[in-house]
């Protein structure tokens, strides 16, 4: 089976500050990685994934998020908060079975300060 | 052009009626899937369908129905509503199960059991 772990359901974080959303992962299998964020009253959108290859992967709006095998860690960060980053994150994994399902973590509220 | 369309948006129903909400996407894919989120955010995948063909169900109560006239289509029947289904449900789709694709989401479907 496998399980996603999001530390920290509220981050705040200043504009231009650094951003960092915590996410672990379980599976029994190489795994698929995927952060997705959820603005208010809307669907999810893809920022980024992982899948083999180069570790530290780049996505949408300046996030990159780096896989760690080793820490079985797929952190989110973006060097410098915008107003427009305040939403709900998603950190999903993709494994093992017949049926490669995502399975999300509970998510993490970002709160952006002026 | 939108990829995952879902109606109605909003739905507000008395408990022990039946609804349904209609899913379609236009990319392609292979796999659809109905996914609830609760008050608290969290998603849960409820079915998913491969080629018209059921390939997930989780533990959902049987006054659940999907149903996939094509590949394109995925709408979910509701039957006897109760007011512990109040949540939000989003449409998704994948290019199939094995390969490392992400889903793309529709924009959910507020569902409000009075």
């Known amino acids: 089976a496998q399980s996603v772990t999001q530390l920290g359901s509220h981050v705040s974080v200043s504009e231009g500050a650094l951003v960092l959303l915590r996410c672990n992962y379980s599976s029994s299998v190489p795994p698929y990685l995927f952060w997705y964020v959820q603005y208010p009253n809307q669907g999810l959108q893809l920022l980024l994934k992982?899948?083999?290859?180069?570790?530290l992967v780049k996505g949408i709006n300046g996030f990159e998020a780096e896989f760690k095998k080793s820490e079985t860690s797929f952190h989110l960060t973006k060097p410098s908060a915008h107003m427009s980053d305040a939403a709900e994150y998603f950190c999903a994994v993709k494994g093992s079975g017949s049926a490669r399902q995502l399975t999300f973590g509970s998510g993490t509220q970002l709160t952006v300060l002026p | 052009d939108t990829a995952v369309s879902q109606t109605p948006k909003y739905l507000v129903t008395q408990m022990g009626n039946d609804k349904s909400i209609k899913c379609e996407q236009n990319l392609g894919h292979d796999t659809m899937y109905w996914y609830k989120q609760d008050s608290k955010k969290f998603l849960k995948i409820m079915f998913s369908y491969n080629n018209k063909e059921l390939i997930i169900n989780e533990t959902v109560p049987n006054r659940f129905s999907p149903k996939s006239p094509d590949k394109a289509h995925l709408n979910l029947h509701i039957n006897s509503l109760e007011l512990g289904d109040s949540a939000v449900y989003f449409c998704a789709s994948s290019q199939d199960v094995q390969t490392a694709a992400g889903a793309f989401f529709g924009q959910g479907t507020r569902l409000t059991v009075v």
């Open positions: 992982y899948t083999t290859g180069a570790t």
